[in-house]
Nanobody, 121 residues
Framework: QVQLVESGGGLVQPGGSLRLSCAAT????????MGWYRQAPGKQRELVAT???????NYADSVQGRFTISRDNAKNTIYLQMNSLKPEDTAVYYC???????????????WGQGTQVTVSS
């Protein structure tokens, strides 16, 4: 059983910072690209940032320059450092990973349970 376990959400004032973590746990799997998505109330889930196994990152325009995604392959963990947070960043943040359980023959999307980030004064 492969699980993506998120942590680090919470309440922060505008202009503040938070760091999210997501660890892939289990055995007998390979994980490729990983990323963060978010969903605000009444809105569709949207991409925040992704990172390849080699460390190449991609960001949504709305977070470029404020958020940084990073990865520790040895721990199957990704991080999202969020700085200069704005009220519009308020959402449930979900971790995503491309996982293979058969040495790369096929890949499936795995999702974490989500962690709430609220930016408010």
């Amino acid at each position: 059983q492969v699980q993506l376990v998120e942590s680090g959400g919470g309440l922060v004032q505008p202009g503040g910072s938070l760091r999210l973590s997501c660890a892939a746990t289990g055995s007998g799997f390979t994980i490729s690209a990983m990323g963060w998505y978010r969903q605000a109330p009444g809105k569709q889930r949207e991409l925040v940032a992704t990172v390849t196994r080699g460390g190449v990152a991609n960001y949504a325009d709305s977070v470029q320059g404020r958020f940084t995604i990073s990865r520790d392959n040895a721990k199957n963990t990704i991080y999202l450092q969020m700085n200069s947070l704005k009220p519009e960043d308020t959402a449930v943040y979900y971790c995503n990973g491309q996982v293979s359980r058969n040495s790369g023959w096929s890949w499936n999307d795995y999702w974490g349970q989500g962690t709430q980030v609220t930016v408010s004064s």
